[in-house]
Structures are given as structure tokens and as C-alpha cells.
């Protein structure tokens, strides 16, 4: 085993508990744990929303799926970072500006209806739950594919340490975790590729794409660890044992797997045409939308001083995220020419962390880029299912125990661990759900529940609570049904795995149809105080009314 | 039912603070009264924040729309444009891997730069001296 991954990756869960124990100094009152008291400066809450966001989907799962579909998936990317101008266009100050903490807490705010509150809390709990399962996951798939041990203790150490740093120092202490972490993820990409591409241009510039199909670049052995039948370009064809092996030589092509679904050539290399339109526009419509109805994403805009600082922020988070996703395209690229072999086991999520030494090799330099990717991957799970467990604890903490008056600091390290339990035993009793399609499914739901509430909450005088619930309810009811049937259901094909697959195409347009409806057909519950929440949302901060 | 009386009372109590006091002194400008009071005036100057914001923000999205959302279309309908090359890269990875990013920074930035004037002539009216 490489022997700089575990000095790494103890390094950097000591500066997470450090940093998280430095911000305990200052964390003091309640509202220090939920929203930082509101004192972070823009680029530090920038840098923290940006390493709370990239989550393993963004770390390991592009880079992972760009190397077995090609350019068809780059919408993925994209789509997470169009996500905050979305967001930054229709939402950010106003959210801020509302002064509501939590989703459930604008609910109230804008239509004061408890029953849309209670609403709003459950799917706010389902959609952490749906992107913090595959966050513990893919620790343990790491951890599997770096130290060979059990997925279990990959998956429960990283829940337990997130558990703890959430639970002792709060937002307060996670904001300059999540900040670090960012810096942390950016460098573990761009040093290693850097390297990469320079080794690239020694070796004469290989072809990602050569005529033949892809090629080993070394001599490799491939395990198998299902049966299957390779078929070779001129057609020949090899029946594979489980757990059989075969060593293929330098330049050999890599053969065809039947168990692994993949691109090669031509439609790997261009944009998949008509066939694949309404699954393009349907992840377009979830990544776009999806972000503004994160939860965990949305608790950090309450921690801008003034709506203004909150657009500011925003659209530095843009830029970061942005120069982020530059990278993992080129990680899929170069494992195309250097690590194919994944294109045969599979385990298509495992590029980033194996190409640094399959191209640059066993010696010293390969090791020790291989180890700090490896810790940005750490610092991915981590950042994010901190995050998530925030906001579902702030949720637990303020709507379930009901202490949002006078609750105290024990109120909601109580309210962190009960968050925490749920996932963390579905994290090892459902260890065969698919992480990078459960990802996109979270933004569906969020983009068919609460980008509606948010946009027309913001935006449109005429909503009522009736309305708004009856959007959620068939909008988001309609996306969280396909969630259910997608990850538990029996697999489907032809054109209802399209539909129920990437739901959002026509779950998101059916939530603003609705919720429209709605209220225009229940125009008398309008809120009698409309015209100052509207001042509120709108009006600059320094009119001081 | 003692006992709750004095909780309720412990948590009524607040203090009071000159400064705040001071601060929460009746509005003396009329344009501001009329936000703060929600008169017919104030709504319809409300009302005009809103649109601009709304109208600069639906503009913006337009642009996108035109700029990225309409590319998978471009790629189904004229294939020639996925395979054509650019520096030795087929266009629609420069396009979506490399220049999409850049694009919306850009959008970003505009609407910033817009929403922040939209909000300073708000803030201009509401200040102006009556003459």
C-alpha cells in the first residue's frame, strides 16, 4: 500500500478537529451553532459554500463518469455550477433578506402555515438523507479501494467524526472547516494535474481516442469480480469466471465487457443526437434548478450580514466552483489513456484517486500526488455530509423538538446525533444503491419542490399557502416517488426508465403548474401582510425602515 | 400556574437600550413613510423594485438559455457542429468543459453589477428632498 496515504489522511482529519476546536472557542450562544451569528465575511462564506458543496459526486463522480460517457456527461458539471447563478439570479437576496434560518422557517415567514412548515420539514430531511447516504458511501467505496478494508469502517468513521465536529462546534466552527476543505479539494486536483499532463506531454501526446479504441498503457492485470463475456474489436469473444484474472500486455485494446455499460469511439467523442435529448434537458432542468432548493446549501446564505453581501457571495461561489470543475474532465480524459482498465471492472469512481500512479508510476512522485488526492476525497465527504448534517440538525433541532424558544446548546447536539443515526445505518444496510444517480435524483426532488416555493414566493404576490402546498405535494410527491421506485424499484427500460429515471423534465413544470393553479384558485388566503414581506424581501438594508 | 406566570415574565423581559430607542424614531421623509406605512405610493414604488429586479433577472436567464440551453439541441440538429475541432479539441468539450464556466461568471457578475444600481435608484427616490 502506498505509505503516504495514511500519514494524509490522519493529517487531514487533524486539522479538521483542530480548526473545529479552535471555532469552539468562540462558539458561545445557540445562534453561534446554527448561523455562525451571522459575522462571516464574504469570501470566507464563499470558500466554505463552495467546500461544502463539492461533494464525492463532484470529486470522484465526473471525473468517473466523464471516463465511461464522454462528453455527454459534461452537463453534470455545467449543471452544478448554473446552479448558483439560478440561484444568485432569482433567490439569493431575498433569502437573506426574509431572515428566515431554514426552508421551513421562510415557509413561515412568507405564507405563515404550519402545515406547509411540516411540509417543508420532511422533505427537507428526505433530500439530506438522499445526498448524505451516498456522501458515507462513497467514503467507504475509498476506503475499500485504498486500504482493501471493510466498507463498513470507511463509512462509519467518517459519519462518526463528521458526527462529533458538528455536534461540539457547530456552524461557527464548521465555516472555517468548510473553507479550508475547499482550498483543500481545489490543490488536490490541480497539483496532481498538473504532473499529469506534463507526463502526458513526455509520453508524445497519446490519443484519448485512437482508432482502434482504447488501449492499456502498461502491462495490467484485470480481476473480475462478476462473470461476464469480453468481446474484442474483430469480434472474438471470452467467457470470464468470477474472480478470475487476466493479464493484458502494453498496447493490447481493451476489450469490450458485457456487464459494463460504457462509450467507445464515436459516441464517446460526441454528443449523443436526438436519442438522448430528453434525458439532457430533463438533468439540465434538476442541476439548474436543483441548487437553490439544497438545504444545506441555502442554511449558509442566512450567514451573510445583508442581502447584498449575499449576491456578492454567491457569485464568488460561482467563480470557485467554476475553476473546480475545470479539473475532474481532465482526470476522465487522461484515465481514458492511462488507467482503461476501469472501463473493464467498472469501478469507473476510482479514477482520481488511481491515475496519479498509473501514470507517473510507483516511485515517490506518483505516491505522494496519489495520497493527496486521496485526502481531497477525505475532505469531500466530509465537507459535505458536515453541511447536510447542520441544516437537517437545525431542522430537527427547531421543528421536531420544538426548541426554537430557548432551546439550548445540548438541545442541539441531541438534535445533530439523532440526525445522524438515520443515515448512517442506511450508509451500511444499503451499500449496493448507485452513488452518482442518487446525487442527481437529490437535485430533482429539490428542483420540483422547493425552487417553485422559493421562485414564486420571491417573486409573486399571489401565492397561498394552499397553492404552494398542493405544488410540493405534486411536484415533489411526483419526484420523490421516481427516487423511490428508481433506487428500490425492479430495473426498467425503454421509455419509462427515461421518465422515471431523470424526472425532472416534467416533475419541475407540473410543481409551477400546480402551485399557480392552486393559488389562483384560492386567491382570498393571500396573506393579509403581504405588501411588507415584499418590502422586506426587496427593500435595500440601508433605507433602514 | 404561579410558576409559569414568572417564566412567562422571565421571558418577556427585555432591555431597553437608548440607542435603539433613538433609532426607532418615527420616519420624517414622506417616501419613507409611505414604504413604512404601506400606502398605495409605497406599494407601487415596491412594486416597481420588483419588476426591474425581476425583468434583469429573467433577461439574464434568457441569455443562458440561448448561450448553453440550446446547445444540446445545436448538437442533435446539426451534428457537423460536435465534430468540428478547434485547436486540435472537438468543440462541444471546449464549449461545455471549458468555456461554459467562464460564460456564467460573467452572467453573474452583470446581474450584480445591475441589481446593485436597480437598488441604489430605489434608494435615490426614497431619499430624495422633496422639493
Not at chain 1, 57 to 62: K, N, P, Q, T, V
Not at chain 1, 98 to 115: I, K, M, W, Y
Not at chain 1, 502 to 525: D, E, H, I, N, Y
Not at chain 2, 34 to 55: C, F, I, N, S, Y
Amino acid at each position: 500500500m502506498n505509505p503516504y496515504i495514511v500519514p494524509g489522511l490522519v493529517l487531514v482529519v487533524l486539522i479538521t478537529v483542530g480548526i473545529g476546536a479552535y471555532g469552539l472557542r468562540f462558539a458561545r450562544t445557540t445562534s453561534d451553532f446554527l448561523v455562525a451569528s451571522r459575522s462571516v465575511s464574504p469570501s470566507w462564506n464563499a470558500a466554505a459554500i463552495s467546500g461544502e458543496y463539492l461533494s464525492a459526486a463532484s470529486f470522484l463522480g465526473i471525473a468517473g463518469l466523464v471516463l465511461r460517457y464522454g462528453v455527454d456527461v459534461l452537463w453534470y458539471p455545467v449543471g452544478f455550477a448554473a446552479g448558483y447563478l439560478a440561484l444568485l439570479l432569482f433567490v439569493a437576496a431575498p433569502l437573506r433578506r426574509s431572515g428566515a434560518f431554514t426552508l421551513p422557517d421562510f415557509c413561515e415567514v412568507r405564507l405563515r402555515s404550519p402545515l406547509l412548515r411540516r411540509l417543508a420539514t420532511v422533505f427537507v430531511v428526505f433530500i439530506c438523507c438522499l445526498y448524505l447516504v451516498p456522501q458515507l458511501q462513497g467514503a467507504g467505496l475509498t476506503f475499500t479501494t485504498v486500504t482493501g478494508g471493510r466498507y463498513e469502517w470507511g463509512a462509519l468513521l467518517v459519519g462518526l467524526i463528521v458526527t462529533a465536529n458538528v455536534a461540539l462546534g457547530g456552524m461557527r466552527a464548521i465555516t472555517f472547516v468548510q473553507a479550508f476543505q475547499y482550498w483543500l479539494k481545489l490543490t488536490a486536483l490541480a497539483v496532481p494535474v498538473l504532473f499529469l499532463v506534463m507526463q502526458w506531454q513526455s509520453d508524445g501526446r497519446p490519443a484519448a481516442t485512437p482508432p482502434a479504441g482504447p488501449a492499456f498503457a502498461a502491462t495490467t492485470t484485470v480481476t473480475f469480480s462478476e462473470a461476464a463475456t469480453l468481446t474484442l474489436p474483430d469480434g472474438t469473444q471470452t467467457r470470464m469466471a468470477e474472480g478470475e484474472q487476466q493479464t493484458f500486455p502494453a498496447g493490447a485494446t481493451v476489450p469490450d465487457v458485457s456487464s459494463v455499460d460504457d462509450h467507445r469511439g464515436a459516441d464517446w467523442l460526441l454528443p449523443g443526437g436526438d436519442a438522448t435529448l430528453f434525458a439532457t434537458y430533463s438533468l439540465i432542468l434538476a442541476t439548474f434548478l436543483g441548487t437553490m432548493g439544497l438545504p444545506h446549501v441555502l442554511v449558509r446564505f442566512y450567514t451573510n450580514p445583508d442581502g447584498a453581501s449575499a449576491r456578492r457571495t454567491t457569485l464568488v461561489v460561482l467563480a470557485l466552483v467554476g475553476l473546480f470543475y475545470l479539473l475532474p474532465t481532465l482526470y476522465g480524459v487522461l484515465g481514458r489513456i492511462y488507467t482503461p482498465q476501469l472501463l473493464m471492472t467498472g469501478r469507473t469512481d476510482a479514477v482520481v484517486l488511481l491515475l496519479p500512479e498509473a501514470a507517473l508510476g510507483g516511485g515517490h512522485l506518483g505516491r505522494f500526488l496519489g495520497a493527496l488526492v486521496t485526502a481531497g476525497a477525505l475532505a469531500a465527504f466530509m465537507s459535505t455530509a458536515s453541511g447536510l448534517l447542520t441544516s437537517v440538525a437545525g431542522v430537527v433541532f427547531t421543528d421536531i423538538l420544538h426548541a426554537d424558544r430557548g432551546g439550548s446548546v445540548r438541545d442541539f447536539r441531541l438534535a445533530t446525533v439523532l440526525a445522524a443515526i438515520v443515515p448512517m445505518a442506511l450508509s451500511v444496510y444499503v451499500a449496493n444503491m448507485d452513488v452518482s444517480r442518487v446525487v442527481g435524483l437529490a437535485f430533482a426532488v429539490a428542483a420540483s419542490s422547493f425552487c417553485p416555493l422559493l421562485v414564486l414566493g420571491i417573486w409573486w404576490r399571489g401565492l397561498t399557502d394552499v397553492g404552494a402546498v398542493a405544488g410540493i405535494l405534486a411536484g415533489g410527491g411526483a419526484a420523490m416517488a421516481s427516487v423511490l421506485i428508481t433506487v428500490l424499484g425492479p430495473p426498467l427500460s425503454g421509455w419509462p426508465a427515461q421518465v422515471i429515471g431523470q424526472p425532472a423534465a416534467w416533475t419541475v413544470p407540473l410543481a409551477f403548474l400546480v402551485m399557480v393553479a392552486g393559488s389562483l384558485l384560492t386567491k382570498r388566503r393571500v396573506p393579509r401582510d403581504i405588501g411588507a414581506t415584499m418590502l422586506r424581501l426587496h427593500a435595500p438594508e440601508s433605507l433602514r425602515l | 400556574m404561579d410558576g409559569d406566570a414568572t417564566q412567562d415574565a422571565k421571558v418577556r423581559r427585555t432591555r431597553v437600550v437608548l440607542g435603539e430607542a433613538a433609532a426607532r424614531r418615527p420616519a420624517t421623509d414622506p417616501a419613507r413613510a409611505d414604504l413604512a406605512e404601506q400606502t398605495p405610493v409605497g406599494e407601487a414604488l415596491v412594486k416597481g423594485l420588483m419588476r426591474a429586479q425581476l425583468a434583469l433577472a429573467l433577461r439574464l436567464s434568457l441569455v443562458v438559455v440561448a448561450g448553453l440551453g440550446a446547445l444540446p439541441l445545436l448538437f442533435a440538429v446539426a451534428p457537423g457542429v460536435g465534430r468540428a475541432k478547434l485547436l486540435g479539441v472537438n468543440l462541444p468539450w471546449l464549449l461545455l468543459g471549458l468555456l461554459s464556466f467562464p460564460f456564467l461568471v460573467g452572467v453573474g457578475w452583470a446581474y450584480v453589477h445591475w441589481a446593485e444600481r436597480n437598488e441604489q435608484d430605489f434608494t435615490a427616490v426614497i431619499n430624495r428632498p422633496e422639493g
